[in-house]
C-alpha cells in the first residue's frame, strides 16, 4: 500500500500549502506541550476547523503533544487531548512515557504515535512501548535502512523523516540547550546550540575544524528514496519543518508526491525546493552518512541556490555576473560576508531600472555595505516561485470524492439521492414530487450538468448511478437543492463522531523498590571500594554492571528500554512515568535531570498517594551532566576521514568545544562509537540527600566522566557524610 506524506503545518498559510499540494496528513502542535514552542500553533478552536476542513478532503491530522510533563502539567494535558479525541483528532504524537500509559488507560480509543524524541531504532524497544498501547512509532533520524526494516517487521506503523532539518543529537537525548541557555529542548524551547560556532581543542591546543559549525548537519532529504521506503513497508514519510514557509511545504510534499507516483524530478524541481530551504542535503544515517557527507561546517544557515559572483562593488551598488535568472523582490545572500538582502532596485548596463534580469547577464543592484568583489550570491527567496505557489494554493480546492444512487421511479414520486463513500452513506429526497413533463423530461444529462456544480463545496461527485421513470420532470431549482442537501447531509455525517469512550484510571503496578546506588564509571581507576554497586558502558568486567548504550538492549541497566532492570535516560518526569516503566517490566528507573526538588517532590508525593508505595527511582546526585548523545564524531571528522574505524582518538586525548561565549564541553564517546558532550561544571546535589530521602527516595547515581580516583573519592566522602 502507497505510504502517506505527512506534511508539517506551522501556520494556516503551510496548511493551505500541504493541501493544495496532496499531502495526505499532517502534523501541527497546540500551545502547550509541543516540541515546537515557538511555532504558529494552533488554538483549540481553530483546531477543531483544521480537523474538520481536513478529514472532508480525506486528510488525517496528528497532534504533537511530544514535551516531558512535570506532575503539576498532567491534568492540564490529559484535559486538553481529551479535547482534540472529541473533535476527531487521528492520532497524538508524545514522548512522555507517563502520559501515553495514562491516556493508554483512560482513553482507549484514541490513537497513540511514539515521538521521534523517543529516540526509537529496534525492534525491542518497539516491542516495549507497544505495551504502552502505541501504535506508530517514528523512527530516529539515526536509523540504517536494515534498522528501519528491523522495525517495520514488528508489524506495528513504521514513520520515517525523509525531508528537513536534522538534529545532530539523538531526539529527546539533548540537554545543551537546558544547560547552558535555560531552554529546555525536550520542553519546545530548544536554542539550538548545534547550530552555533565551536572551535575544537586536543590536550588544549587548538585544532582545525575546517569549518566552524562542527555539530551543524545538513539537512535530510529522501525525496528520491521514497519508493524504497515504500518498498520496506514504511506506512508514513514524515516531513520535518513545522517552523518553515509555506512555500517550502509546498514545494516538498508536491515533490514526495510525484516521486511516489514514479515520475522524475527535474532539475527545477530539485532548484525551486531548494530556494525555499536548504542547509546543503545529505541523504543520512539510512544510507551511512558520516563525517563531511553528513554536515556542513561551513555554514548553519539557508543556502538557497548559487546565482552568481560579485564583480564589482562601489559602496552599496553591487554589480553581479549572473549564472541564473533574478527578479526584483528575490531575496539574496552575499556568501564570503553572510548579508543578506531583498533586490528592491535593480538595474541594467545603461543604469535603467529593471524588474527582471535573465542569467548570464550583469546586473546593478543596491544591496548592503560591506560586499566584496567575488563574493558567491545566493538566491534565498525566490519571488517569482512564491507567486506561483500562491497561485496554485489560491486556485486549489481539495474535495473528497463521494458516489450517489439518484432514483424517481414514476411522476408523482420525489427523487431520491443516496450519497455515499467507503464509510458513510445518506439519503435526501425532494421536498415536491415529480409531474409530467410537458416538454423535455428531466434525464441523466440534465441531471449530471446539475449535480457537477459543486467546484466550491467540499465534495465532488465521482460516479452516479441513475434509476429514472419515464416522463418525470424536476424544476432546475428543485435538482440544485437536491444537490445542496445532500452534500450537506453527507458533511455532517462524515463528521459525526463516535461517543467517547472513557475509562478510569485503576492502574495497580507490581511493588518494585531500588536496592542499591549506582555508581557509573568509565575507567577501573574510578572505583573506590567492592562494596559499591559500580555501572558501566565502557568496561566489560565481572565486578561491573553492563550498562547498554542509546541502541542497545543488552544490559542490566538501559539508556533505553533495554531487556535490563533499570531504565537511565528517558527523560522520567512524573509518577505516571514511573509506573509506565513498572508496566513494561521494569524494577526502577532514573528520575530526568529537568526535574528540579520541587518536580521531584511533587513526583514522588503523587506516586506514593496513588499507589500506596514510594516509587523506585534514582535521583542523581553528582555528574557532569551529558548534554548531546550523536552518532556523528566531530573528533574523527576533523582529524580523520569521519568513518570513525580503529580510531579511539576521544579515549586517548582530551577534546573540548568551546563556544563564543567561552562555554565549554568535552567529549567522550563509548564503546560504539556513539560520541557524548559533557559539560565541564560539577552538578552537585550531595547536599539534598536528606531532603530527597524525606521524599521517599531510597537510593541515589552518581556519574563519574573524566574525574581522577582523588575527585571520586571526595565525591564519595561527602556522599558518606
Known amino acids: 500500500m502507497r505510504p502517506e506524506i505527512l506534511a508539517p503545518v506551522g501556520s494556516m498559510e503551510a496548511l493551505n500549502a500541504a493541501l493544495a499540494a496532496g499531502c495526505d496528513a499532517v502534523y501541527f502542535g497546540l500551545p502547550s506541550f509541543g516540541a515546537r514552542a515557538f511555532a504558529n500553533n494552533f488554538d483549540l478552536e481553530t483546531t477543531k476547523e483544521v480537523i474538520e476542513r481536513c478529514h472532508l478532503c480525506g486528510v488525517k491530522v496528528y497532534i504533537t ?14 484535559n486538553m487531548a481529551k479535547m482534540v479525541h472529541l473533535f476527531g483528532v487521528d492520532a497524538l504524537i508524545i514522548q512522555d512515557l507517563g502520559f501515553i500509559h495514562l491516556l493508554h488507560h483512560t482513553l482507549p480509543n484514541l490513537v497513540l504515535h511514539a515521538s521521534t524524541q523517543l529516540s526509537i531504532s529496534n525492534p525491542y524497544q518497539i516491542e516495549q512501548l507497544k505495551k504502552l498501547g502505541v ?53 519546545g524551547m530548544c536554542a539550538q546550540p548545534c547550530r552555533m560556532k565551536y572551535s575544537l581543542y586536543e590536550d588544549g591546543n587548538k585544532v582545525d575544524t575546517h569549518g566552524d559549525y562542527v555539530l551543524s548537519p545538513k539537512d ?33 510534499v508536491s515533490q ?98 529593471i524588474s527582471f534580469m535573465p542569467k548570464n547577464n550583469t546586473v546593478l543592484i543596491e ?84 449535480f457537477s456544480k459543486t467546484k466550491d463545496s467540499w465534495a465532488s461527485f465521482g460516479r452516479i448511478e441513475y434509476h429514472l421513470g419515464k416522463d418525470i420532470y424536476f424544476p432546475i431549482s428543485v435538482m440544485n437543492q437536491l444537490r445542496r442537501d445532500a452534500l450537506e447531509k453527507m458533511k455532517k455525517a462524515c463528521l459525526k463522531q463516535e461517543m467517547l469512550v ?41 565486578n561491573v554492571i553492563n550498562k547498554s548504550n542509546i541502541t542497545g538492549v543488552d544490559g542490566f541497566v538501559n539508556v533505553h528500554l533495554g531487556k535490563g532492570k533499570i531504565v537511565d535516560s528517558l527523560n522520567i518526569s512524573n509518577s505516571y512515568g514511573v509506573a509506565a ?27 506514593l498517594n496513588r499507589y500506596h508505595f514510594d516509587a523506585p527511582v534514582y535521583k542523581t546526585l553528582y555528574q557532569k551532566r551529558r548534554l548531546m548523545t550523536m552518532k556523528h564524531c566531530p573528533v574523527n571528522t576533523a582529524l580523520k576521514d569521519g568513518k570513525r574505524v580503529g580510531c579511539g582518538l576521544c579515549h586517548n586525548h582530551r577534546y573540548e568545544l568551546e563556544g563564543l561565549d567561552g562555554k565549554r564541553v568535552f567529549l567522550l564517546g563509548d564503546k560504539d562509537c556513539h560520541m557524548r558532550l559533557y559539560d565541564v561544571n560539577i552538578m552537585d546535589e550531595i547536599e539534598n540527600r536528606k531532603e530527597y530521602e524525606s521524599y521517599g527516595i531510597k537510593h541515589f547515581r552518581f556519574v563519574f566522566t573524566d574525574e581522577n580516583q582523588e575527585e571520586v573519592k571526595t565525591a564519595f566522602k561527602a556522599y558518606n557524610r
Do not use: W
Open 502 to 542: 472513557e475509562n478510569e484510571y485503576h492502574y495497580v503496578p507490581q511493588k518494585s523498590k531500588t536496592s542499591f546506588d549506582l555508581f557509573e564509571i568509565n575507567s577501573m581507576n574510578q572505583k573506590v571500594d567492592d562494596s559499591s554497586c559500580y555501572v558501566s558502558e565502557m568496561l566489560n568486567n565481572e
Open 135 to 187: 501504535q506508530r512509532v517514528v523512527l530516529a533520524r539515526e536509523c540504517t535502512k536494515e534498522e528501519i526494516q528491523a522495525c517495520v517487521d514488528t508489524g506495528i506503523e513504521v514513520e520515517v523523516f525523509v525531508h528537513g532539518a536534522l538534529c545532530i543529537c539523538y531526539s529527546g537525548q539533548c540537554y545543551f540547550s537546558s544547560v547552558h541557555y535555560g531552554r529546555s529542548g525536550n520542553r
Open 220 to 252: 535530510l532529504s529522501l525525496i528520491d528514496e521514497v519508493n524504497t521506503l515504500a518498498d520496506m513497508g514504511v506506512c508514513s514519510l514524515k516531513i520535518e519543518g513545522r517552523m518553515k514557509s509555506a512555500p517550502y511545504v509546498y514545494e516538498s
Open 367 to 450: 544591496g548592503p555595505v560591506g560586499v566584496h568583489v567575488g563574493s558567491i550570491v545566493r538566491k534565498t527567496m525566490d519571488s517569482e516561485l512564491n507567486k506561483t505557489i500562491d497561485e496554485k494554493i489560491r486556485t486549489s480546492n481539495r474535495q473528497s470524492i463521494v458516489n450517489a444512487v439518484v432514483s424517481c421511479s414514476a411522476v408523482g414520486k420525489p427523487m431520491v439521492m443516496e450519497v455515499y463513500n467507503d464509510s458513510t452513506k445518506i439519503s435526501v429526497s425532494t421536498e415536491i414530487d415529480s409531474v409530467h413533463a410537458l416538454k423535455r423530461a428531466t434525464d441523466e444529462e440534465t441531471l449530471n450538468k446539475q
Open 65 to 78: 503533544m511530544n514535551t516531558i510533563l512535570y506532575e503539576d502539567e498532567m491534568e492540564d494535558a490529559y
Open 256 to 353: 514526495v508526491k510525484k516521486v511516489l507516483e514514479n515520475m522524475e524530478r527535474s532539475h527545477l524541481d530539485e532548484q525551486n525546493l531548494r530556494v525555499t530551504f536548504n542547509r546543503e542535503y545529505t541523504v543520512g544515517h539510512m544510507y551511512g552518512a558520516c563525517g563531511k557527507e553528513l554536515m556542513n561546517s561551513k555554514t548553519c544557515n539557508h543556502q538557497g541556490i548559487e546565482i552568481g559572483r560579485v564583480v564589482k562593488v562601489n559602496k552599496n551598488k553591487i554589480c553581479i555576473q549572473l549564472s541564473q535568472d533574478l527578479h526584483q523582490n528575490d531575496g539574496i545572500r552575499f556568501e564570503r560576508e553572510n548579508l543578506g538582502c531583498h533586490v528592491n532596485f535593480m538595474y541594467d548596463k545603461k543604469q535603467k531600472l
Open 581 to 607: 516503566i513498572l508496566e513494561m517490566g521494569y524494577e526502577s528507573c532514573v528520575l530526568s535531570d529537568e526535574c528540579d526538588l520541587y518536580q521531584v517532590e511533587a513526583l514522588m508525593k503523587a506516586f
